[in-house]
């Protein structure tokens, strides 16, 4: 059985992004996935880009919105602001290659077991052992459809690669998130009628906080929508979805209905891929993993990490690449300090994180923004 | 005579930038402009737009890209990337208000003249004295065409305020950065033939530095344009423009010549505004003012300072807002220091606007970033 110092699960942007951090010391890593480097964004529909605009201005101490490693830029790379998805995964590559990360593609992590001195991580391939598992799994492999009695009548959002190659005229749309108002935007662009079911007003949300509100790439889009008269947003929650005699009803908790011909949309987001280590993890009230707020180690658990956008600190999301990637430092310099790393040196390594923004340890700044 | 502690010309992006930083202090100040706040915003064309994204993550730590003061953001005020001019001016004078900065509109300075205690600005409703003098008055309203013979021929591309409104069918346009290549767009796209004159192959650039090649904004139009029928690039530079039977001819060094029905266009940028302060100012032999390159003051002169896109410190250029904000706080620490401030209470500050990108003395930062 090979043994690693720290075994990372998943090649995404927190899976490559921690691992190049910890490249940077001598312990030896092996990343596992089950299929691709940036296989999510591979996933895309293929019109989808990135929400976050990149922008080259780390060498002004500003790192672009989506790097994941200081003096990388995808707008250097790309020539341009929002990337596909197929973009930002050949982006991860290249990372990837310059940090001479250690990836196994194409397998799959079965199950992972506490050992005396680490973790055994069964794969497709054969087991493996680690002194360190880092879980990097991601969301975007695991769509989710949530508290809807009749969900089987749904489709998810993610698993519509093509708006433009859909038939029918009229469609249902549960949820107005970025990937809501982007899905409706598409529909009416093709010329069909939308409705979409929104639980909160968004122009009444008083917030600056991007994984709370719209970010300004959707909002543009949002307000060519509002303008137009295929587009009808209604404010409320969907409770059952019903086969009809011509399509699909939609029954909202408030007593309206709504008729469609399609199946009604699910743009109701993703959890956590996390069967492998759902035995480990203890939950927190809204469902999210309950960490370790220094650390990010899992609940009461020691050696076992998780990274990504799944990673919540009381009401503090880091559900952008840009919010996750600011916990990154936390986690190598807790196992470069285990290993008895030089204090000094991990100093020196953290200094530079932070400069970089991948390291954020006082939750305390996250404060909003004055309204001009 | 009224008599401040500082005084700042130009209430522009530096000016209102700088004064924000100084609004942190109880120092006292009056800000000067010709006319209105963001004057040189509301002169652009009215399509041209920001080239620097603008995004909300302060609150994490990222100031928005346009942004000149912690805890602001263009993006959140009006949910969008790419701000117009106008929007812009509106940005900057929601940030006066909310510094309560003093600003007088509709006076332009005439002279400047060095006193006992510090400096006599003279101006057309009267002269006002001060003890530091921060010279913030831009370049918009600058144009530059240098070096051309017959320049009296062309017509600077910032003066044409809506390229949709040109007559003719077939333009020149000398100079292919930010604004020679968005006028060249916004012609083709309005069915007009157009020659790009470019002293360098934009593709061939090997630097990330923003301010030397094309931004991600205006690479996405350059590369639109460069698979038209209607554009043409030529590289070299134009020596002298002359008036034919039916048109205007541009001689390039290189003996090439192009015939054009219409005004050559000059997109070859600003230069600083800077009449009554240019007895005070050494320049450097690229033109630009000599600084001292610990406090942006005016070389050998004391208590008078420069602030915005033509500050120079060796080969670093500091012309997008995101970058000649990072020496704003350089000058306000120099003036409460000599203020005898106190030590620790203007590190506090300091330590604010380094964290927010406002303050940069290290400039050997400004590293390459990879390719990736």
């Given at each position: 059985m090979i043994n690693y110092d720290v075994i990372i699960v998943g090649a995404g942007p927190a899976g490559i992004g921690v691992a190049s951090l910890l490249s940077q010391s001598d312990l030896n890593h092996l990343i596992l996935d089950k299929s691709e480097i940036g296989n999510s964004f591979l996933d895309w529909p293929k019109n989808m880009e990135m929400i976050t605009p990149s922008f080259p201005s780390n060498a002004f101490g500003q790192m672009d919105l989506n790097s994941i490693f200081e003096s990388t830029s995808p707008a250097f790379a790309f020539n341009k602001e929002h990337l596909t998805g197929d973009e930002y995964a050949i982006y991860l590559s290249g990372v990837a290659d310059y940090r001479e990360l250690n990836v196994e593609r194409n397998n799959e992590v079965k199950s992972v077991s506490e050992e005396e001195n680490g973790w055994a991580v069964e794969t497709q391939k054969g087991t493996y052992s680690c002194k360190y598992l880092i879980w990097a799994a991601g969301?975007?492999?695991?769509?989710?459809?949530?508290?809807?009695?009749?969900?089987?009548?749904c489709i998810h959002s993610s698993l519509i690669k093509s708006p433009d190659e859909l038939k029918e005229d009229n469609f249902v749309v549960i949820g107005g998130y970025e990937s809501g108002i982007q899905m409706a935007f598409d529909l009416v662009q093709n010329n069909k009628k939308v409705t979409v079911i929104n639980p909160e007003i968004i122009d009444d949300m008083e917030t600056s906080d991007p994984s709370r509100v719209l970010s300004p790439y959707t909002y543009t889009k949002y307000d060519t929508l509002k303008s137009s008269e295929l587009y009808t947003e209604i404010i409320g929650?969907?409770?059952?979805?019903?086969?009809?005699?011509?399509g699909y009803k939609v029954q909202l908790k408030n007593d309206t209905s709504l008729e469609t011909e399609s199946k009604p949309i699910c743009a109701t987001g993703f959890s956590l891929v996390k069967k492998p280590i759902e035995h480990l993890i203890t939950n927190r009230e809204d469902g999210f993993p309950k960490l370790d707020e220094k650390t990010d180690e899992l609940f009461e658990k020691k050696n076992i990490y998780l990274t990504g956008p799944s990673v919540r600190h009381d009401d503090h999301i880091f559900c952008f690449i840009y919010k996750f990637r600011q916990r990154f430092g936390v986690i190598v310099e807790d196992i470069l300090l285990k290993e008895e790393y030089k204090k000094e040196n991990v100093s020196v390594l953290v200094d530079g994180w932070k400069r970089n923004g991948m390291y954020l340890s006082d939750l305390s700044c996250c404060g909003e923004e004055c309204v001009c």
């Amino acid at each position: 059985m090979i043994n690693y110092d720290v075994i990372i699960v998943g090649a995404g942007p927190a899976g490559i992004g921690v691992a190049s951090l910890l490249s940077q010391s001598d312990l030896n890593h092996l990343i596992l996935d089950k299929s691709e480097i940036g296989n999510s964004f591979l996933d895309w529909p293929k019109n989808m880009e990135m929400i976050t605009p990149s922008f080259p201005s780390n060498a002004f101490g500003q790192m672009d919105l989506n790097s994941i490693f200081e003096s990388t830029s995808p707008a250097f790379a790309f020539n341009k602001e929002h990337l596909t998805g197929d973009e930002y995964a050949i982006y991860l590559s290249g990372v990837a290659d310059y940090r001479e990360l250690n990836v196994e593609r194409n397998n799959e992590v079965k199950s992972v077991s506490e050992e005396e001195n680490g973790w055994a991580v069964e794969t497709q391939k054969g087991t493996y052992s680690c002194k360190y598992l880092i879980w990097a799994a991601g969301e975007f492999q695991n769509p989710k459809i949530e508290n809807i009695s009749g969900k089987e009548h749904c489709i998810h959002s993610s698993l519509i690669k093509s708006p433009d190659e859909l038939k029918e005229d009229n469609f249902v749309v549960i949820g107005g998130y970025e990937s809501g108002i982007q899905m409706a935007f598409d529909l009416v662009q093709n010329n069909k009628k939308v409705t979409v079911i929104n639980p909160e007003i968004i122009d009444d949300m008083e917030t600056s906080d991007p994984s709370r509100v719209l970010s300004p790439y959707t909002y543009t889009k949002y307000d060519t929508l509002k303008s137009s008269e295929l587009y009808t947003e209604i404010i409320g929650e969907a409770e059952t979805v019903s086969k009809t005699e011509n399509g699909y009803k939609v029954q909202l908790k408030n007593d309206t209905s709504l008729e469609t011909e399609s199946k009604p949309i699910c743009a109701t987001g993703f959890s956590l891929v996390k069967k492998p280590i759902e035995h480990l993890i203890t939950n927190r009230e809204d469902g999210f993993p309950k960490l370790d707020e220094k650390t990010d180690e899992l609940f009461e658990k020691k050696n076992i990490y998780l990274t990504g956008p799944s990673v919540r600190h009381d009401d503090h999301i880091f559900c952008f690449i840009y919010k996750f990637r600011q916990r990154f430092g936390v986690i190598v310099e807790d196992i470069l300090l285990k290993e008895e790393y030089k204090k000094e040196n991990v100093s020196v390594l953290v200094d530079g994180w932070k400069r970089n923004g991948m390291y954020l340890s006082d939750l305390s700044c996250c404060g909003e923004e004055c309204v001009c």
